[in-house]
């Protein structure tokens, strides 16, 4: 199923595939929670006892591939490896949700005295601008969030990602003759130059900040003044504050630029927060590493420069373990695929980390 995020019911017929998947049983209730995404509602699906869930898990449902490409690149297997639009991010996900859901079916004491949300969005690769707070809001409610991501390598987990502010800024200078009448022009490209060096002095990788302008374009001519420039400018951050303090200096410059008859506006901010508290996701980590040594398996953990949804539940105080969906790799590309002998593994490490969690 096609369902890149920006695709006019995209994800609807995912969401509609899954809902139908999941009714099969009595043990679900499930339930569209529209969130105005392009490609259709939020599908929440609970199943349990109580009022607040033990455990809440996220999968998405779209992927970054415009419509077409599961036509040029449909979906298939050679030897040991899968192909296809949004097969590692992360469709393999979502099918590691229905398939937990079918194993609990089958140990109905697990759900005696706790109940369980999964919820399955439309617009993470948008930074889930959508549905945001109704992340939040079952965030509130759960005492541990499980997320679904692919991971790269075998029995890996994550247990921290930063934070991300983006930001587009559009500077509006003066066209004019760069030879007969310079002192009419105000350089926008010029202008942002200047920004960019002060901007590059907020990329610290040794304190976890990195900061990239990935974007620029601008000016019409080499003899022409540039009236016109915009650019990206993106960071990734261990500290909520860095992020922060990006935001205040941008509006800062544009409240006194170096030339003042450019005028800057910015639009964006910080779209992710980082992990809220390392300690606690170090704690479950432990935790979990132990429990699993005791049955003979080495768990090994990560925090990646990456976001994702659980950047949203982990910031509220909520222990998050991410990239419990199917190894694979190429996320995002057209090389994109998954490997199926980690397939049961990398399964049986979710099964028994809910087994873990809903029994504590
Ligand atoms: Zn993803």
Do not use: Q
Request: glycine share 12%; proline share 6%; charged share 25%.
């Amino acid at each position: 199923m096609e369902s890149g995020s920006s695709i006019p019911g995209g994800t609807a017929k995912v969401a509609a595939w899954l809902k139908g998947e999941f009714e099969k049983s009595s043990l679900w209730h499930t339930e569209y929670i529209d969130v105005g995404a392009p490609g259709g509602p939020c599908l929440k699906v609970t199943g349990g006892k109580g009022e607040k869930y033990r455990l809440l898990l996220m999968a998405h449902m779209d992927t970054v591939f415009p419509e077409g490409t599961l036509k040029e690149r449909p979906f298939r297997r050679e030897g040991d490896f899968y192909y296809g639009p949004g097969c590692h991010d992360m469709k393999g996900g979502d099918i590691f949700a229905l398939h937990l859901a079918r194993w609990l079916e089958t140990k109905p004491h697990l759900l005696e005295n706790h109940a369980i949300c999964f919820l399955f969005n439309p617009d993470e690769e948008l930074s889930s601008i959508y549905s945001r707070p109704v992340i939040e809001e079952l965030a509130k409610k759960s005492d541990y969030a499980f997320v679904l991501e692919p991971s790269m390598e075998e029995n890996t987990l994550v247990k921290g990602r930063r934070g991300v502010a983006r930001f587009y800024l559009d500077f509006h200078g003066i066209a004019s003759h760069a030879g007969s009448a310079p002192e009419k022009g105000a350089s926008a490209i010029h202008e942002f130059i200047r920004w960019g060096e002060i901007l590059l002095k907020e990329n610290k990788p040794c304190e976890g900040t990195n900061l990239n302008i990935g974007m620029v374009s601008g000016g019409t001519a080499a003899n022409i003044i540039a009236d016109h420039c915009s650019c990206s400018v993106d960071m990734r951050m261990t500290d909520i504050r860095k992020g922060e303090h990006l935001e205040e200096l941008l509006h800062d410059l544009a409240s006194r630029p170096f030339d003042l008859r450019v005028l800057t506006t910015i639009k964006g901010g910080i779209t992710r927060p980082p992990y809220g508290n390392p300690d606690m996701e170090e704690l479950l980590a432990r935790e979990v590493t132990a429990y699993f040594a005791l049955k003979g398996k080495e768990i090994h953990w990560k925090t990646v420069g990456s976001a994702s949804d659980g950047n949203f539940t982990s910031a509220l105080g909520v222990p998050t373990i991410d990239a419990l969906g199917p190894m694979g790799g190429g996320a995002h590309t057209p090389g994109e695929y998954g490997v199926v002998h980690d397939i049961l593994p990398k399964f049986e490490i979710l099964t028994e980390l809910t087994a873990y969690v809903l029994g504590k």
